[in-house]
């Protein structure tokens, strides 16, 4: 409901109220936009055939193919394609926070690698702390990343844009 000031034969009525509510939701909206942009993105890059080794899946007769070394990991069960997510995080008013990622333990092996294989790709983005570890390893398979520089432009145009 907006103020309404009466003064004299006059009448000023204020919507500050509402507009300020309607741009901290919008506030809210983007980054959360944008990291359903980035969540799209990362599940179609774990998606389809990969080029890499092909093995059985444990306990079945079924078999897939593997991802070879900077290909997105490949599908065996889908534990990790069901662990991704984007949230909104708790914001105070007028700003505005969205989280995207997967939760499964071993999401940061596949994207940095793991071991000498893992550390020989001499990533500048390893988050600090990230500790490859003396064996032999595995190669990066990263998904995040590549999600995030593929839609970098359609997130730009979300975070900036006009009204959602």
Do not use: C
């Not at 774990?46 to 990991?73: C, D, I, K, M, N």
């Amino acid at each position: 409901m907006p103020d309404v000031v009466i003064t004299g034969d006059w009448k000023l009525v204020s919507f500050l109220r509402e507009v300020s509510t309607a741009i901290d939701a919008q506030i809210k909206a983007r980054p959360y936009a944008a990291a359903q942009l980035i969540r799209t993105e990362m599940l179609n890059l774990l998606s389809g055939q990969r080029e890499g080794r092909t093995y059985r899946v444990p306990g079945t007769q079924r078999t897939y193919q593997a991802s070879r070394p900077g290909e997105p990991p490949a599908v065996m069960l889908g534990d990790l394609r069901r662990s991704v997510k984007a949230e909104n995080v708790e914001s105070g008013f007028g700003e505005g926070e969205a989280i995207v990622g997967a939760t499964m333990e071993y999401a940061p092996w596949l994207e940095f690698g793991t071991g000498r294989a893992g550390a020989a790709k001499q990533q500048e983005d390893v988050p600090e702390g990230y500790v490859h570890g003396p064996k032999p390893g595995m190669a990066p398979r990263p998904f995040l990343r590549p999600a995030i520089e593929h839609t970098r432009e359609q997130v730009r145009r979300v975070l900036e844009g006009g009204m959602l």
